[in-house]
C-alpha cells in the first residue's frame, strides 16, 4: 500500500520556464522556415495593473523570439479608431495573435473589440467564435488561464478520467472554460458560485478543485478531500498588502496532495500559454 503524499507544491515557475524553452525551440524552427510569430498587444489608458501586466508579456515574446508589437493610446481613443486598428491587425501577415488588454475605458464597448479580432488570431481565446470552438470540441485557441491550470495538473500525473473536479467560479474567461477543459479530459465536473448553496459539500467529494472568484479563503482545509489537487487562480491582497490566493493556502497545504502557491502557481502559466498560443496560430498559417 502507497503512503498518501500530503502538500506538495506545484510549482509553475519552473514549468513555465520549460514549456517557454520549447516555445523557444519551436520559434527557430519555425524562422527556419521564414516565418517569425508575432503578437500585438494594444493597450488603451493608464491602467496600472495593465501596464504591469503588458510588460511581463512583451519580455516573455522577446525572450522567446516572438516577434511583439506594442501599442499603447490614451484613454481617449474612440472606439472607432480602436476597431480600425484591429482591423488592419487582422489584415498583417506579420502578425498572428492580437490581445487588447483588459479592462479598457468605459466609452469602448469590450465585447465589440474582442469579437472585432479575427478568430484565428484571438490568442486569448475570449471571442464568442473561440468559446463555441472549446465547447464543441473544435481545434481552436483555449484561454490562457484554463489552459495553462490543464498544464500544472497534468505535472501530477492524476489521470483526469472519472475522476470529479469542482470549479469555483463561473466567469467566462476562467471558470467556465476550465470546466469544459476539464470535461474533454473526462472529468466529472461541478461548477460552484456565488448561488451555491454549500461549496464545501461539493468540494468535498472532489478529486481536484479549481478556485476562481477572486475572493480570499473561500476554500479552507475543512472543505478539502484528503488527497485532492488544489489550483488557485486567485490573485487578492492580504491586510499587510501580501500577495495570496483564493484558497487559505496554510491550512489547505496540510490535507491536499497537491497545491498551487500564489504567487508563483497560475500567474505565471497564463503568460507562457499565450506565447504557445501565438506560436501554434503562426505554426497553422505557415
Known sequence: ???????????GVALSAKLRGDVATRVLALKARGVTP????????EDPASAVYVRNKVKACLDTGVHSVFEKYEATLTEEALLTRIAALNADPAIHGILVQMPI???INPH???????????????????????MTGAPGF?????????????TTGIDLRGKHAVVIGRSNTV?????????????TVTVCHSATLDIGYHTRQADVVVAAVGKRNVLTA?????????????MNRTEEGKLCGDVDFAGVKEVAGFITPVPGGVGP??????????????????
Open 269 to 286: 502559466m497564463t503568460i507562457t500559454m499565450l506565447l504557445v498560443n501565438t506560436l501554434e496560430a503562426a505554426e497553422r498559417s505557415a
Open 222 to 234: 475543512d472543505m478539502v478531500k484528503p488527497g485532492a489537487v488544489v489550483i488557485d487562480v486567485g
Open 142 to 154: 483555449r484561454p490562457c488561464t484554463p489552459y495553462g491550470c490543464m498544464k500544472l495538473i497534468e
Open 38 to 45: 508575432g503578437l500585438a498587444v494594444i493597450l488603451v489608458g
Open 1 to 11: 500500500m502507497t503512503t498518501q503524499q500530503f502538500g506538495q507544491i506545484i510549482d
Open 175 to 187: 471558470g467556465k472554460p476550465m470546466a469544459l477543459l476539464l470535461l474533454q479530459a473526462n472529468a
Open 112 to 134: 465589440k473589440v474582442i469579437e472585432a479580432i479575427a478568430v484565428s488570431k484571438d490568442v486569448d481565446g475570449y471571442a464568442t467564435l473561440s468559446a463555441g470552438e472549446l
Open 105 to 107: 475605458p468605459k466609452h
